[in-house]
């Protein structure tokens, strides 16, 4: 039996004309398949209006209630769209979570998916030609409904189609697919055809905000073909997938930038074994994510460490330093959010060397002052000011060449 899994977005099933649209895409994906499994997200909007109204409602919302209340912007789309495709004569039904079911760990609001039980599903696959299963939702060991975090529904979905063993998983959203840079940014940037699921990762944690990182990451995990692609246009979009021909590979596949960058510089903390475990340990235990961190060579046993968190957890970052003070007498903390990271993103610079001279020199020719570096296999980052971004990564994407040719 040949599976089709696709999802919708938001802004794809946010009214009936476009649900109306997503069920001749539906339709289609119906003529080239056995079945189709159906995930869909809230209507565009849904789950802010949810999360405010918990917020409304209590003071400090119960997180498992939470999860039972925004759960239900996906059970709203499934309904509905079931009803569509039965209007249309297909032999469609809704599915949520539990009745599958998709069980989670306990963590209500960012919940891990665990497993999924795909006997259920196919036994019902034998009566229906599709499911229409409602995205982001599973249920807790304690039997209670949980969420899988923002945008998770692509995570349920890739997740689905890895239990399932489809034959492929169609990501449909209201871009094309996946570009060389933000097109908002560069006007040349080009729709990739393909892109290795390593390479995904780097541009989905940093702001390339087509695909939920955690569904990437299951696709990587499971091998699984995914497609993303626009519900409005339906042309072609970009596969992720495992690695592209050694001849056929690019050096690189994008420039992207984030903004949710903030600097702290600890100037003259002391110089001795124990110091970064003793700042980043705590940091972690206040749920800190730190990325980059640059630590200068000692003089007269005392140095300066430099590392940036996202912009939300400034002030916490910066509460958790001023406890860490008392025990490093002449520190001094400094701090900059005006700062943002580019970043060049491609497996082909793991047999290349010359990468990072080529971007520096790039930036330097635009007077673009680098405040810190860090590097991977397959990525490069720079911190800069962030009045230079646009700039930056503009200079970038010309430089490597990476966008459409003028022919188009
Ligand atoms: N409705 C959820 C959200 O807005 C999940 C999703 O759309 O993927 O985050
Ligand atoms: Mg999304």
């Known amino acids: 039996m040949n599976i089709l899994v696709q999802k919708f977005g938001g802004t794809s099933v946010a009214n009936l004309e476009r649900m109306r649209l997503v069920r001749e895409r539906v339709k289609l994906g119906l003529a080239g398949a056995d079945k189709a499994v159906v995930v869909l997200s809230a209507r565009a909007g849904e789950t802010n209006r949810l999360l405010a109204l918990a917020e409304e409602w209590s003071s400090n919302p119960d997180p498992a209630e939470r999860d039972v209340l925004i759960s239900t912007g996906e059970q709203t789309s499934a309904a509905l769209f079931a009803m569509l495709l039965r209007d249309d004569g297909l032999k469609a039904r809704s599915v949520l979570g539990f009745q599958i079911p998709i069980l989670t760990d306990e963590e209500y609001g960012k919940a891990r998916i665990r497993s999924i039980e795909a006997d259920r599903l196919r036994a019902w696959l034998k009566d229906y030609d599709v499911l229409v299963v409602a995205g982001f939702q599973g249920i807790s060991p304690s039997g209670q409904v949980s969420t899988l975090g923002r945008g998770g529904s692509d995570t349920s979905a890739v997740a689905l189609a890895a239990a ?32 290795v699921y390593d390479e995904m990762l780097e541009m989905a944690s940093m702001g ?34 495992k690695e592209v021909k050694k001849m056929e590979q690019a050096l690189l596949s994008g420039v992207t930038q984030d903004k949710d960058q903030a600097r702290i510089t600890l100037r003259a903390c002391p110089d001795r074994p124990g110091v970064s475990a003793g700042i980043f340990g705590p940091l972690a235990q206040a749920g800190i994510t730190v990325d980059m ?3 200068n060579p000692s003089l007269d046993g005392v140095t300066d460490m430099t590392f940036t968190v996202s912009r939300k957890d400034l002030l916490k970052a910066l509460a958790v330093m001023e406890e860490e003070r008392g025990r490093m007498p ?3 903390v400094l701090h900059d959010s005006n700062v943002c990271k580019v970043s060049l993103i491609g497996v082909g610079m793991r047999n290349h060397s010359g990468v990072a001279a080529k971007a520096f020199e790039t930036l330097a020719r635009e ?17 800069i000011e962030e009045k230079y971004i646009e700039l930056a990564v503009r200079a970038l994407h010309e430089a490597f060449d990476l966008g459409k040719s003028a022919e188009g």
């Open 164 to 195: 399932l063993k489809a034959g492929m998983c169609e990501i449909y959203t209201d871009v094309e697919g996946v570009y060389t840079a933000d097109p908002g940014i560069v006007s040349n940037a080009r729709k990739l055809d393909y892109i």
């Open 208 to 241: 390339a905000k087509v695909l939920e990182i955690r569904s990437v990451e299951f696709a990587r995990r499971y091998s699984v073909p995914v497609h993303v692609r626009s519900t409005f246009t339906g042309t072609r979009g970009t596969m992720l997938i």
């Open 293 to 295: 961190i640059v630590q």
């Open 330 to 332: 002449g520190m001094e």
């Open 367 to 383: 007077n673009v002052n680098i405040l810190m570096i860090s590097t991977s296999e397959i990525k490069i980052s720079c911190l």
